[in-house]
């Protein structure tokens, strides 16, 4: 089945520094790669996503860029801020199923003041 | 739009019991998965509906079962709870689509 390989577990960055996230995806009929945020005591927020037919997608200080050819797909945070710190999941579909995703492991983010 | 909404947030109940947790999607949204969360699994899909039809369904044995209803709120049950169910479950609403927005979970601990 569709596995997804996250790294590293922990992250920690000062204030104002770029964090980044990398995940990589097994099957290759994976098209749809969200990335959630997750605080303590909620759900799991999406952050944002990116489709197999976009190489990098951009949202403020948020970006995630797409290697169908190698697999991988990474998340990138700039200018980081104490609020950033959470837990931080990638994503992947199977291609044809609707609803279902595939979790990575998670990377806690902690950003330093 | 009002979010996700789960109840209850919080239920204690005992080995070989059976519990029913309820999600309501947002207004619109007519899929509805549902994850469990473990510390040592991590998110794990358990199944989604859409317009009342169950779509897929993850690697869980039967003892988990979900139904939909025809304005979208989904339920899911758990039989014969065993340690192993204490999980953070959570549902998700999708408008058929890939997106999936996520409620604030149901924290079950199954003593």
């Known amino acids: 089945g569709e596995n997804v390989e996250q790294h590293p577990s922990t992250l920690s960055v000062q204030e104002g520094d770029s964090a980044v996230i990398k995940c990589t995806y097994s099957d290759s009929a994976s098209n749809y790669f969200p990335w959630y945020k997750q605080e303590l005591g909620k759900g799991p927020q999406l952050i944002i996503d990116?489709?197999?037919?976009?190489g990098e997608k951009k949202d403020q200080r948020i970006a995630v860029t797409l290697n169908k050819t190698a697999k991988h797909f990474s998340l990138h945070i700039t200018e980081t801020q104490p609020e950033d710190s959470a837990v931080y999941f990638c994503?992947?579909?199977?291609?044809?199923?609707?609803?279902?995703?595939?979790f990575g492991q998670g990377t806690i983010l902690t950003v330093h003041p | 739009k009002a979010g996700v909404t789960q109840t209850p947030r919080y239920l204690i109940k005992t080995r070989g019991q059976q519990v029913t947790l309820s999600c309501s999607p947002i207004?619109?949204?007519?899929?509805v998965s549902w994850y469990q969360q473990t510390p040592g699994q991590g998110l794990q899909f358990l199944f989604e509906?859409?317009?009342?039809?169950?779509?897929n369904k993850g690697n869980f044995p039967g003892r988990f079962s979900g139904r939909q209803f025809s304005n979208s709120r989904s339920e899911m049950n758990v039989s014969t709870l065993e340690l192993g169910d204490s999980a953070l479950y959570l549902c998700?609403?999708?408008?058929?689509?890939?997106?999936?927005?996520f409620g604030p979970g149901t924290r079950l601990t199954v003593l």
């Open positions: 994503a992947s579909d199977d291609g044809t199923s609707y609803g279902k995703l595939t």
């Open positions: 990116i489709r197999s037919n976009v």
């Open positions: 998700a609403s999708g408008d058929g689509n890939n997106e999936q927005f």
């Open positions: 207004s619109g949204h007519r899929s």
């Open positions: 509906y859409f317009s009342e039809t169950q779509r």
